[in-house]
């Protein structure tokens, strides 16, 4: 006698005849087989989110005790195949630059006294190159550089006046001066924390003098400012009020100024003496 394949309402009056417990037993058991398969159970008393947890290798370590409690399996799955470590890519972000290695990645930025540009006017024996303190800036490189020793310690960019290239010689020429200078604080300027560069100097009141752009009284009182450590006279023909003061760097802007970022200004008198005075060398 052939056998027929039972519809879907053959089989659901069967299923009406059964004990509701025993279906009732058979759909936990089918219930139980797919969690077991799909091993993605998560109803109402499923964990709480990872979010916020603490990551496993901040978790304490099993104790011997709990160790040998045993955990009774609540089902039995298919066998657990472990796959290979997955390493971590590598990071790709830029590494951090402390202040002092950028400052000496720039270029421009001599290592020391002896790897100075040739000037004509320079004396390679002067002591001032060996002093602590000493303030170079380079107008070529745009760069302010610190030594001590006559090694370098800091390295900074800098902007200039808005016609550069040459010495100062007269008011509003736009020119930073070229040569040495002394220093000193200048509190009560219009621009915050800035430096007063002695300017001129005695040998700018002597180039001055012989060529008739000052007279013999002005070239008299910026020379005895000079010897007694004084700031010279700022109102002469030659120009005058010539600063390291902050603003920015971007371009030449300044009237014959030296600017630094504002952040590089506090850091530089951070490291100078008391009064900001020490020796400032200016090359072309």
């Known amino acids: 006698m052939s056998q027929t394949r039972p519809d879907a309402r053959h089989l659901a009056r069967e299923n009406e005849a059964v004990d509701p417990r025993v279906r009732r037993t058979a759909m936990i058991a089918r219930s139980a087989v797919v969690c077991a398969v799909l091993a993605s159970c998560r109803g109402p008393s499923a964990a709480p989110s990872d979010e916020g947890a603490l990551p496993e290798a901040a978790l304490p370590p099993p104790t011997a005790a709990s160790a040998d409690v045993s955990v009774a399996p609540t089902h039995v799955g298919a066998p657990v195949i472990a796959s290979a470590p997955v390493t971590a890519p590598a990071s790709t972000a830029a590494p951090v630059i402390s202040p002092a290695v950028a400052e000496a990645e720039?270029?421009?930025?001599?290592?020391?006294?002896?790897?100075?540009?040739?000037?004509?006017?320079?004396?390679?024996?002067?002591?001032?190159?060996?002093?602590?303190?000493?303030?170079?800036?380079?107008?070529?490189?745009?760069?302010?550089?610190?030594?001590?020793?006559?090694?370098?310690?800091?390295?900074?960019?800098?902007?200039?006046?808005?016609?550069?290239?040459?010495?100062?010689?007269?008011?509003?020429?736009?020119k930073t001066p070229e040569g040495w200078y002394r220093t000193s604080d200048k509190p009560w300027s219009s621009f915050d924390n800035a430096i007063a560069v002695h300017y001129p100097n005695d040998v700018d009141a002597r180039a001055a003098r012989s060529d008739g752009r000052i007279s013999r009284a002005t070239h008299d009182k910026i020379v005895g400012a000079i010897d007694g450590g004084k700031v010279p006279p700022q109102s002469t023909a030659l120009g005058g009020a010539i600063l390291i003061h902050g603003g920015g760097t971007s371009f030449d802007w300044t009237l014959g100024c030296v600017a630094l970022d504002d952040s590089d200004l506090l850091a530089l008198r951070e490291i100078l003496p008391k009064g900001m005075r020490t020796d400032l060398l200016v090359l072309p």
Do not use: N
Request: aromatic content about 6%.
């Open 106 to 174: 720039l270029d421009g930025c001599p290592a020391s006294v002896a790897e100075l540009p040739e000037v004509a006017w320079l004396d390679r024996d002067d002591r001032r190159l060996r002093r602590d303190d000493l303030v170079l800036v380079s107008k070529s490189a745009r760069r302010l550089v610190v030594f001590e020793a006559g090694e370098r310690t800091h390295c900074w960019k800098v902007a200039l006046g808005f016609a550069p290239v040459g010495h100062k010689r007269v008011q509003g020429d736009g």
